[in-house]
């Protein structure tokens, strides 16, 4: 980070992935006085309020996610005494289960201490114990707000599915819908995505730009949403920059970003920024696995299990 | 300086000197150049090289010392591939070193200062080269350290996770089988066990993480001791703990196969770790050892490297300074060559600039100024300044020229402004006059066009045309013309006018007139305009008429007058009638124009006649007498003569005399005159004659009713002569005396002799009594003369009495009587004196006694003042002398003219006294001026005859000069020759005496009354005056001109100085210069003058020399 700033002499970051990595690359950039834009993460580190003038984001936080999650579960009939916990053991896991927790207190239930929290260790794949602990659980969970990595998430629903096949795996974003499609067994279900982009299927123009952008430069590669969130990201990034009138300097970019309006990227909501927002976007779309399957998810799916 | 030298000259010389002084500035700047030059080689070729040489292996060897810094600080490969290659720095090195060291041998500088430098390097070189190695080596081994580590930490963590996946799947496999609630004994069922292998796993886990903890101890480990310690006594022991965990946790397992292989790994993986921990072959702790190693080692090298820099460092100092003199030598050999060459240059630049400033004070003043001045001249003669003129200064300069020539264009151009403008002027005064005349004149002034139209008049046209004002303009002139003139074209009165300007005109009303007329064109360039005057000349013509007439008339009567008429003017006969004619038997053109002294028998004649006539009629009576006359064919006859000035106010108007021939009458008389008794000694007409004539007069006078004159005249002290010289002197004396009468009367007055010295005397046809007067004034003189007698000279004076018919009586007893007693009181009144009878007379006589009486009183009344009549030099033009004149303003009488009263003084014997003061005035009035009058200044004092008497006059005036202080030789005596009369001797020897004081003597009145020659002889003279009755008509009269040249010669041979009195004009000043007379005397140069008129006369004289 240093090295791009200070050698480099890069004027804006884009893209910078991980919450604990954002942990650390944010006061840089703010000693810096560089943009970093559009980080892949949700963490609140990249969300101070009022928002630092050298942070923008495209992605809505894991608050925002885990709230919305929170909101659909309880909505839904599960109490709150079933939801469990399942994250990674860094920064990353910790924001995710903070965000559940907090959303889960304004939602009036206050004993989140009680509630199931199995970790796993970074850059292993050792969820058994995670497993073996929930299964011991005193209350059968019924829905697990997860905040992982593929590969550890998708063997976790593996093991756990095959022992309590009617919970709902809710995860956050992170974990690339795409990617855990790939990494979980085909008969895998009642897996939940919460995406920050549309679902890849839905006709929106940027994702129709986007997927025919890569045929024409990276044919070789699959489209998915972390791609596709990476696409997006640029192009509001250059929505903001072609707007610049004079030099293209660090201040001159965060300028023309926050005077981003109401910008139509064919996202279908439209893009703003100002100076004190500095998140481009507040919706969440949610896909579900199901059979090896991505489709859109929609809550009713579960009542519709509860009534059965 | 270069006051005179033209502009053009200064400019010459300037560029002259710029050009001069540029050569010599380049000449100093390449010369100074060239040095620079050198010095700039000298310094390039051997000082410079040297220096940056000397400079450049101070910093080469200081990049040496930072490279060895670097090496020291890095820290990996990269780091040491970042530092400068040694081999640049060496061959930088070298290469100064070679020029140094070629330097050195041009300059001439020790080689032993810089030759242990080379030697010092090379060992540098090698310390350097053993650092580099070591460092290398240590970066070697703790880049290898860093790979250990991070296999130590790999293998850790691959440990853990191992741990944790066992312990995770015994876990889930008992959740599993719970859930299941299987009793199958394939894993341990219970908790407990799960707890225990929870343990180990963890047991396990914090052993390996102490071992870790550990290996960071090994690679912080600052000593060999320590690191054996670690090693033995930590390490190892921790390594069988894990051993042992592992080692039970097999048993544990030891019944299920599946994880076997995984304790297998456990196992496995310790044993890695301990081996890179402290094993063999690069572990971390030999690799800690060499680090160790290495860091002792890079001390000492360090150290010595220093040493040896220090060295370097020092010779590179000394070497520097070395360098450093040896450019200053250089540098500071240019810098005194440049200072010189800057003075130089300096010097010349002031120079330069001097002389810049003062050739552009110099042009400034001749062209900035001069034109400043011109341009202001000339403005001013734009605004109409004439006056203007330039200030000339001299030289050659241009602009000074181009001023002269200003000024002369300025005066020009004022000359010619003034001429316009006096033209302007004159021009209106002429025009002015020309307005003035045309309106004053009496005349008819018009202006005509060539056909004869009147254009304009003057106002006395309408009068004189007797038209009505303005009705004039626009009629011809021809109209004004009588027809018998025959004018009908202005041609025609052209023509006319030269036979006559006068001509018959008829007025505006047509009535007749005698018109006097001049035409003229009004300028000869314009022949359009004509100018007529006309006048009325009727009243004149007839006026010319009558004059005619009347002159016709007295034509008539002069050529038919009975009597010979004949219109005299200065004694030049104008015209004589028919009768003249007869009378004199001539034809008038032998007498018209001709003086009229040729009808007179005689010159004397001539003169008497003149004399007697003209004394009469200047007072415009008429004068009468009988002379006798000449024919102009030589007859004598006696006339007639009766004549009347025609303005006796104007002499020049000329006279009328009648003449009428009485020759025959005449000789009735004289036969009548020879029947008388005449006396027989003197021939006159004896008593009874005398008685005769008396009554025949008387009858005459009576007759004719003239007044007539008896005079008895007794001879003063006659019987003394006759006695002392006897009867036969007295006879002669009686008849000379006689003689003398006679000639004194008229021809037709008689002179008759009643006895003894007894004469009487009657004047026929008197005037008056003044003539009467001076007749017997005249007699006094005469007889008063001396007389000759047998070589004696005698002087006797006469007693006269005077009778008068009528007014002294009607018959002849009674005028004999009254002249008798006239003649006794005259003998009474101090003899030599007549006396008139009448009581009228007496009026006189006593007025004459009043006079005496004032007289007496006026010296003591002080009375009487002094006039000075200045003399003037006639060669210098100064004042030479001034006539002090004696003025009696008496109360009664007035201002009493000298003529009267000095004969007064005489006879009442006052002459002396009043003369005396005369003389004192005179000399305190020339001791008063004396300062101002020129040293032969001569103040001339009058003396009379009288102030001879007694014999005392030359004392007293000695006394008076002594008294005054005046010097004798500024005095002069001015006398008359009558002193002579009554003591000759006397008064010739106080003359005497006084000359021999020094004393200017003068004769006065020269050439009057008794004039004698032989006097001027014994008198001692120095100065003569020519009265003024011949300087006055000097001019006029020949004979007059004649006397004056002959005195004025005279006097020159005589030695004599000459005074001309009575000069009253230019021409006779000129005459008088002309025979160079010398000093004179007159009215034309100034009137008698009072004392304080006399000294600012003397001023004026003074200063106007």
């Known amino acids: 980070m240093r090295e791009m700033i200070d050698q480099d002499n890069v004027l804006a970051i884009i893209g910078n992935v991980g919450t604990p990595t954002a942990i650390v690359t944010v006061p840089i950039t703010n000693q810096k006085k560089t943009l970093l834009f559009g980080a892949f993460s949700g963490g609140d580190v990249l969300r101070a309020d009022p928002p630092s003038r050298y942070v923008m984001n495209y992605r809505p936080s894991y608050a925002d996610e885990t709230e919305k999650l929170i909101a659909g579960i309880l909505n839904s009939g599960i109490k709150a005494e079933e939801i469990a916990f399942f994250t990674q053991q860094d920064g990353f896991g910790n924001a995710g289960y903070l965000g559940a927790t907090n959303a889960l207190k304004r939602h009036g239930y206050h004993d989140t201490d009680k509630l199931w929290h199995v970790r796993y260790s970074r850059n292993s794949l050792n969820v058994e114990g995670a497993v073996a602990t929930l299964l011991n659980a005193s209350i059968e969970p019924k829905a697990i707000i997860m905040a992982g990595s593929y590969a550890p998430s998708a063997r976790f629903i593996e093991l756990l599915q095959q022992e309590l096949p009617e919970i709902w795996f809710f995860n956050l974003s992170f974990v690339g819908s795409y990617a855990l499609k790939a990494s979980l067994p085909k008969d895998a279900r009642h897996v939940v995505v919460t995406q920050v982009v549309p679902d890849m299927r839905s006709h929106y123009p940027i994702i129709d730009e986007y997927l025919a952008n890569l045929k024409r430069y990276s044919p070789a590669l699959e489209p998915n949403d972390i791609s596709l969130e990476g696409y997006i990201v640029a192009k509001i990034f250059h929505q903001g920059v072609i707007g610049i009138a004079g030099e293209i300097t660090k201040e001159s970019i965060i300028d023309g970003l926050e005077q981003l309006h109401k910008n139509d990227i064919g996202l279908g909501i439209p893009i703003s920024f100002s100076k004190q927002d500095h998140q481009a976007i507040d919706k969440l779309w949610m896909i579900t696995i199901d059979q090896g399957e991505l489709e859109p998810f929609s809550w009713s799916k579960l009542n519709i299990l509860q009534n059965q | ?1105």
Request: proline share 2%.
């Open chain 2, 1 to 1105: 300086m270069f006051k005179l030298w033209s502009i053009r000259n200064l400019l010459q010389l300037w560029s002259f000197v710029t050009v001069f002084a540029v050569i010599l500035l380049a000449s100093i700047t390449i010369y100074s150049n060239q040095q620079f030059v050198n010095t700039q080689k000298s310094l390039t070729e051997t000082v410079l090289p040297l220096e940056n040489a000397s400079r450049q292996m101070s910093e080469v060897a200081a990049s040496f010392v930072t490279r060895q810094k670097q090496l020291v600080l890095a820290d990996s490969t990269q780091a040491i591939d970042k530092i400068t290659p040694r081999q640049q720095l060496e061959q930088k090195f070298e290469k100064h070193w070679q020029t140094i060291a070629s330097s050195v041998t041009v300059t001439g500088l020790d080689q032993h200062n810089i030759s242990p430098l080379f030697d010092n390097y090379q060992q540098f070189l090698v310390v350097d080269s053993q650092l580099s190695t070591l460092i290398l080596q240590d970066i070697a081994t703790s880049e290898l350290m860093q790979e250990r580590i991070k296999q130590a930490e790999s293998i850790e963590t691959q440990f853990q996770q191992k741990v944790e996946a066992i312990v995770g799947r015994i876990s889930l496999q008992l959740a599993k089988e719970k859930r299941a609630n299987s009793q199958s004994t394939q894993i341990i069922t219970s908790q407990d066990d799960l707890n225990y292998l929870k343990e180990l796993a963890q047991s396990s886990r914090v052993n390996v993480l102490k071992i870790i903890n550990l290996t960071l101890h090994v690679i912080q480990a600052d000593n060999v001791d320590l690191l054996l310690s670690l090693r033995e006594n930590d390490i190892k022991q921790y390594q069988l703990s894990v051993q042992r965990d592992i080692a039970q946790l097999a048993r544990a397992l030891s019944h299920i196969k599946s994880y076997q292989p995984l304790i297998v790994d456990l196992d496995r993986n310790c044993e890695q770790l301990i081996n890179i921990v402290i094993g063999q072959d690069n572990s971390i702790y030999d690799l800690r050892l060499t680090q160790l190693r290495h860091k002792q080692l890079l001390t000492s090298i360090q150290q010595e490297s220093i040493t040896i820099f220090d060295v370097i460092v020092s010779d590179l100092a000394r070497l520097s300074a070395i360098v450093n003199d040896y450019s200053d030598d250089v540098i500071s050999q240019a810098a005194s060559t440049a200072n010189k060459a800057k003075w130089l240059f300096f010097l010349i630049s002031i120079f330069i600039v001097v002389m810049m400033a003062r050739f552009v004070i110099a042009i400034s003043q001749r062209i900035t100024s001069p034109l400043a001045e011109l341009r202001t001249a000339m403005h001013a003669l734009s605004i109409q300044q004439f006056d203007k003129r330039l200030t000339i200064a001299k030289g050659k300069n241009e602009i000074y020229a181009l001023a002269k020539d200003f000024n002369t264009f300025a005066d020009n151009n004022q000359r010619l402004i003034d001429d316009l403008a006096s033209a302007k002027d004159s021009l209106q005064v002429r025009e002015q006059h020309i307005t003035a005349i045309l309106n004053g004149v009496p005349e008819a002034i018009l202006t005509l066009n060539s056909a004869g139209i009147i254009k304009s008049t003057n106002p006395e046209a309408a009068r004189v045309l007797h038209a009505e004002e303005g009705s004039l303009e626009g009629l011809n002139l021809i109209q004004f013309f009588a027809a018998s003139e025959k004018i009908s074209h202005l041609a025609d009165i052209a023509n006319s006018l030269q036979r006559s300007q006068e001509f018959a005109g008829l007025d505006y009303r047509k009535q007749p007139f005698s018109m006097w007329l001049s035409l003229n064109p009004l300028s000869s360039l314009n022949n359009d305009l004509w100018v007529c005057v006309i006048s009325d000349i009727t009243a004149r013509k007839q006026a010319e008429q009558n004059l005619i007439q009347t002159s016709t008339e007295l034509d008539t009567i002069l050529e038919n007058a009975m009597v010979g008429i004949a219109f005299l003017r200065d004694r030049v006969i104008l015209r004589v009638n028919h009768k003249f004619e007869e009378i004199f038997a001539c034809d008038r053109d032998q007498v018209e124009g001709k003086s009229v002294e040729q009808i007179f028998p005689s010159r004397e004649a001539y003169d008497q006649l003149g004399e007697q006539a003209y004394t009469v009629l200047q007072f415009g009576e008429n004068y009468e007498g009988e002379v006798q006359l000449l024919r102009l064919n030589g007859e004598k006859f006696w006339c007639s003569l009766s004549s009347k000035a025609i303005d006796p106010k104007n002499p020049g108007d000329g006279s009328i005399w009648l003449y009428e021939d009485i020759t025959i009458q005449r000789e009735k008389d004289e036969k009548l005159l020879k029947l008388a008794s005449l006396d027989a000694l003197t021939e006159l007409p004896n008593r009874s004659v005398f008685n005769d004539r008396l009554d025949h007069a008387v009858h005459k006078a009576n007759r004719n009713a003239t007044r007539l004159a008896v005079f008895f005249l007794d001879l003063d002290h006659f019987k003394h002569i006759n006695d002392s010289l006897g009867h036969k002197a007295g006879d002669i004396l009686l008849c000379d005396v006689a003689q003398r009468l006679r000639s004194c009367v008229r021809e037709g007055d008689t002179v008759a002799r009643l006895g003894g010295d007894e004469f009487t005397i009657i004047l026929e046809e008197i005037r008056s009594a003044q003539f009467v007067a001076k007749v017997a004034d005249k007699i006094t003189l005469a007889i008063t003369k001396s007389y000759m007698l047998d070589g004696t000279e005698v002087n006797i004076s006469p007693s006269i009495g005077i009778s008068l018919f009528p007014a002294d009586g009607r018959d002849v007893e009674t005028l004999i009587k009254n002249a008798d007693a006239a003649m006794y009181h005259a003998k009474k009144n101090g003899r030599n004196n007549f006396q008139f009878y009448s009581a009228e007379m007496n009026a006189q006589a006593s007025e004459r006694l009043a006079m005496e009486t004032s007289l007496r009183r006026a010296v003591e009344l002080n009375e009487f003042g002094l006039h000075f009549q200045p003399q003037i030099n006639l060669f210098t033009g100064n004042i030479a002398g001034a006539e002090a004149l004696l003025r009696w303003t008496s109360a009664q009488w007035g201002d009493v003219s000298p003529a009267r009263f000095v004969p007064i003084l005489e006879d009442i014997g006052l002459i002396s006294e009043v003369g005396q003061v005369v003389l004192t005035k005179a000399c305190q009035t020339y001791m008063a001026l004396k300062d101002k009058l020129p040293a032969d200044f001569k103040m001339a004092v009058n003396l009379s005859g009288r102030q001879f008497h007694g014999g005392q006059l030359a004392s007293s005036v000695r006394q008076t000069l002594f008294e005054t202080g005046m010097s004798a030789d500024n005095l002069e005596l001015e006398i008359t020759e009558s002193i002579l009369m009554d003591d000759a001797a006397l008064a010739i020897s106080t003359l005497t005496e006084l000359s021999e004081m020094g004393i200017t003597m003068a004769i006065d009145d020269f050439g009057t009354g008794y004039s004698s020659l032989s006097y001027l002889k014994r008198f001692p003279l120095d100065v003569l005056k020519i009265d003024r009755s011949f300087v006055r008509d000097v001019n006029v009269d020949s004979d007059d001109a004649a006397i004056v040249d002959a005195i004025l010669a005279m006097s020159k041979r005589l030695g004599l100085d000459v005074v001309a009195e009575g000069v009253e004009t230019a021409e006779q000043l000129a005459f008088l210069q002309q025979h160079e007379c010398h000093r004179v005397q007159g009215y034309f140069f100034s009137r008698p003058l009072e004392f304080e008129q006399l000294s600012q006369f003397v001023s004026d004289k003074q200063y106007s020399g």
